[in-house]
């Protein structure tokens, strides 16, 4: 049986509709999952949406709606996004799910059977908006004296009586954690960040409201619902079964990898380790913070008018484009920034010009030249070796390494310079001017352009699926041999041996143009 690996992206909060940073998230999130495939992995991957909470009862509440319909609506809207985007995922979590509810409120009992969780009076800031509750030290007086957060949202005064956990008793502990798994937390620009908050101190966290009844009832306690990060957070072992479905958790679980926005790191980094610890279970292995988006380098806002859907962008480039665009310019962990212009550039140049043409121009020479049969090879010059060697590096060792370390945007810097070798290559030997003079290395060329050109799209189809997909099925490439271990050179004489025949070329990558209409910010 395969290797298991969990892959997970952040639970989104739905009281407004997906914005470009869910997309990015997402997408990045399903690449990695792709790879692992490719890789021979057995993959779980969750996604999902986090409904429960103040902001959504108040969300609700304003625009005159049942919490639960609004719910419902809101978060139809992730899911359409995640199917537009062509995102894997395994399952797709709501935590209004009687599923989730049960796994919350096990987890509640085995923090409380340690003795980590304990009645109190809770008095302190609270900001509805991160529903998080944040220390006086950390706030600091935004225009006309109010009290902000460090995200910049406003804060109130909270008085309730509620559950404590023991988050102070996990001091030591993950410090601990953070010291002997340097890995643990990455990038490590993040892992600095929260180190240096834990050694400031942490006190009891406050664990459940009773100011409303939007949530996880805690068992027990039905006047108090959870705090809405500890059933957040729960969703990660709902998605593999937890507690119930014991073969599935114990063979996924601990995840491999959270991917998270970097504004939430701690969060997953502080307190799900704690909540963890304190039920006996294992740590994930991992958790990756990335960065945001920025619209012509700038944070996007309402106010500003630079929001955009990405469904709208979607439409505009086309699903591949964008993911191509995203995980090629933006070096993942870090802020990146996207415009249209940029998108029509980058994804002209590598897919249109570069990576759509090289494959345009050997499968309509082997179409026209060799009636669509696949060419023999006749023996190997130096240039066929050398460019073999560079195409099966690249395939075989620097994008799976790149895309191992999360590196996507180094992966496909891999990618991209392989294309470019193919294309000195095609120019350099010149096929079309061999048919006559020299007609067995002309086909001895196209071969080796048409195997590369697979070996090529094969690396491609975690970052854009069904492009890459549509060329292998227009080369008749086996589906047995589309993933890393098997897409070598063997293969070909096989499939030129069936009479595999192409049909007449089509091109993959249109070029874009800048749509006319930029009121949309993009």
Request: aromatic share 12%; net charge negative.
């Amino acid at each position: 049986m395969s290797d298991p690996f969990y892959i997970t992206t952040a639970i989104a909060y739905p009281n407004g509709k997906p914005h470009i940073g869910h997309a990015y998230e997402a997408i990045a999130t399903d690449a990695i999952a792709r790879f692992q495939r490719l890789m021979g992995r057995d993959v779980r991957f969750i996604t999902g949406t986090d409904e429960h909470g103040l902001k959504m009862v108040q969300t609700a509440r304003a625009a005159g709606r049942d919490t639960l319909e609004f719910a419902d609506e809101m978060s139809s809207y992730f899911k359409e996004m995640c199917d537009k985007l062509n995102i894997s995922y395994t399952a797709f979590v709501r935590t209004s799910e009687d599923r989730h509810h049960q796994a919350s409120q096990a987890l509640w009992k085995a923090m409380e059977a340690s003795g980590d969780l304990y009645l109190d009076r809770y008095e302190g800031w609270y900001s509805v908006r991160d529903e998080a509750f944040y220390d006086e030290s950390e706030l600091h007086i935004g225009e006309g004296g109010i009290k902000l957060s460090p995200q910049d949202t406003p804060v109130e005064w909270t008085v309730e009586e509620t559950w404590f956990f023991r988050l102070s008793r996990y001091q030591d502990a993950l410090l601990k954690l953070f010291e002997e798994n340097p890995e643990f937390i990455q990038p490590d620009s993040r892992r600095n960040e929260v180190m240096r908050f834990v050694e400031g101190g942490l006190r009891d966290l406050s664990v459940s409201r009773t100011s409303f009844d939007w949530g996880v009832k805690v068992p027990g306690s039905p006047d108090h619902v959870m705090y809405v990060w500890v059933d957040a957070l729960t969703t990660y072992m709902t998605g593999v079964g937890y507690p119930d479905d014991r073969s599935e958790f114990a063979r996924f679980w601990p995840a491999d990898v959270h991917i998270i926005g970097k504004d939430i790191v701690r969060f997953h980094a502080v307190y799900w380790p704690a909540f963890l610890m304190s039920a006996g279970l294992p740590l994930p292995k991992r958790i990756f913070g990335h960065g945001f988006l920025l619209s012509r380098g700038e944070k996007m806002s309402k106010s500003l008018g630079n929001v955009v859907d990405p469904m709208e962008l979607a439409h505009l480039f086309g699903v591949d484009a964008l993911r191509y665009f995203f995980l090629r310019e933006v070096s993942f962990g870090q802020d990146g920034s996207y415009s249209a212009e940029a998108i029509v550039t980058r994804v002209n140049a590598d897919l249109a010009n570069s990576f759509g043409n090289l494959a345009q121009r050997t499968l309509s020479l082997i179409f026209k030249n060799c009636d669509g049969y696949l060419p023999e090879i006749h023996g190997h010059h130096r240039e066929d070796e050398e460019l073999f060697r560079t195409i099966g590096n690249s395939v075989s060792n620097e994008i799976p390494n790149h895309f191992q370390n999360l590196a996507m945007s180094q992966g496909l810097e891999s990618w991209i310079q392989a294309v470019f070798a193919c294309n000195a290559y095609i120019d350099a030997q010149a096929p079309w001017a061999l048919k006559k003079a020299d007609p067995k290395r002309m086909e001895t060329i196209l071969a080796t352009l048409f195997i590369s050109i697979a070996q090529l799209a094969v690396a491609a189809l975690p970052v854009i699926p069904e492009s890459a997909k549509k060329l292998l099925d227009q080369m008749g490439i086996p589906k047995a041999v589309r993933n890393f271990e098997m897409i070598g050179t063997h293969w070909y004489s096989g499939l030129a041996e069936s009479n595999y025949r192409l049909e007449q070329p089509q091109g993959l990558f249109p070029r874009l143009e800048l749509p006319l209409d930029e009121g949309s910010g993009t």
